[in-house]
């Protein structure tokens, strides 16, 4: 029997970890523990919030006196933890609100699953990290398991600071751990502030498309739920003290992309070719931004046989069409403070 926490589960790759090992798992207990900031949201899970193996609690990762009342209540054996601030912008506006939540919430929660478990080895704490930590390729090669920790931005470093402390706990303490490292995810439930559904959403509603510094930055996409079905496998076969990396063998320019989104919109909405690419502006560059993520996958694909399952053509087209189809979920996450916040960046 799993009792599994969740935490970030409100968030846009939490959201389909929870729909898929609640409606797969049926005899596990999932408690999806998420504090609903900005980028949570308890709309992306309305179609199984009624499940009899599902409990949401509304909390704080950095709160140790709810977290350990959890652990005891719901006697939690596994943790998969994706609650994280989670944009990189933000994390240069404000790095102090990055490090309170993704490294002094991670040890919080490592804190209450070490005293709580006391050295039992039947039990699993799987930490969601990300390629960031390793930093920026140049223009060959890709990052393995084995590539050197060089994070560049706030984000990075408050994810790379978590990773360590996971690994620590494992090496110091004994904790049974799995940490995943993933490229850039797209798909249903993306917080608009991420570059694809950013842009999806500029497209729909004839807004300035803002691509930053020359829009010759590389990034390896992969479609959400090619991710949960990853996280799902890892969590069942996975040897404890691993590390995967997970990517789709997909890098594309972020101008490449924009165009190719352009594109794609133009047809679907019977538009004339090439209107929206028109709303394509060259803004001002991200402070230390990135050149190129590209991520080998092999080692999940010959340890675990997971590769991605849909076709980027396949995964934009789904992703399009959600939002296209979700026009109320979109008005709601981008009105109040997040309009605040985009207003204030660009117009
Ligand atoms: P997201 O921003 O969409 O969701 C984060 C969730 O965490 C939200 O529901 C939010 O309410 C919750 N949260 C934030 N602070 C919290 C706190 N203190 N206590 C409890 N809950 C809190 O993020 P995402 O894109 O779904 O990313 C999820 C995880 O995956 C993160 O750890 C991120 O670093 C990692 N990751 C993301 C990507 C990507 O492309 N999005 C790629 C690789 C790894
Ligand atoms: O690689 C995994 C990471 O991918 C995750 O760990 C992060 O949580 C996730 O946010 C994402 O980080 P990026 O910084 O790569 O994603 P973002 O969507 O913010 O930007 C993608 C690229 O597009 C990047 O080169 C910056 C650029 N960009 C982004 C935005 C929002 C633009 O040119 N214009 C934009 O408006």
């Known amino acids: ?10 968030g846009f790759i939490g959201s389909h ?17 998420d504090l609903l900031t900005y980028a949570g949201n308890l709309e992306n899970l309305r179609d199984i919030e009624g499940a009899n193996n599902y409990t949401f609690i509304k909390g704080d990762i950095a709160d140790k006196e709810m977290v350990n009342k959890l652990f005891h ?29 993704n490294i002094m919430g991670t040890l919080n929660l490592l804190e209450v699953a070490r005293d709580f478990w006391k050295g039992r080895t039947d039990v699993l704490f799987y930490h969601i990290s990300t390629d960031e930590v390793y930093g920026s390729l140049g223009s060959e090669g890709f990052f393995t398991e084995k590539s050197p920790y060089q994070p560049n931005s ?25 940490t995943s490292n993933c490229s850039n995810n797209y798909g249903p439930n993306q917080f608009p502030e991420k570059l694809i559904p950013l842009m999806i959403n500029n497209i729909i509603s004839n807004k300035p498309l803002p691509v930053y510094g020359d829009g010759n930055y590389t990034r390896d996409w992969l479609y959400v739920i090619d991710h949960a079905e990853a996280i799902d496998l890892i969590l069942h076969k996975a040897e404890t003290g691993e590390t995967y990396n997970i990517g789709g063998f997909n890098e594309w320019k972020n101008i490449d992309l924009v165009r190719l989104l352009c594109t794609l919109i133009d047809q679907r909405l019977n538009r004339a070719q090439g209107s929206s690419e028109k709303l394509i502006t ?66």
Request: aromatic share 14%; hydrophobic share 35%; no cysteine.
């Open 1 to 10: 029997m799993k009792n599994i926490l969740i935490t970030g589960g409100a």
């Open 17 to 33: 970890v929870v729909r898929r090992l609640v409606t797969r798992y049926p005899e596990y207990h999932i408690i999806n523990l």
């Open 154 to 178: 706030p984000y990075s470093a408050s994810k790379a600071g978590s990773d360590h402390f996971v690994r620590a706990y494992g090496e110091t303490y004994g904790l049974p751990y799995i």
């Open 73 to 101: 209540l719901y006697d939690i054996n596994t943790v998969i933890h994706l609650a994280a601030e989670s944009h990189v912008d933000r994390s240069i506006d404000d790095p102090l609100a990055f490090a309170r939540t």
């Open 282 to 347: 060259f803004v001002k560059d991200r402070p230390g931004h990135d050149k190129r993520y590209a991520i080998d996958a092999s080692k999940i694909h010959k340890d675990l046989g997971w590769k991605p399952g849909v076709t980027f053509q396949q995964g934009l087209a789904l992703t399009i069409d959600w939002y296209l189809s979700n026009k109320e979920w979109l008005e709601h996450v981008t009105s109040g403070e997040y309009r605040e916040y985009y207003e204030k960046r660009y117009e």
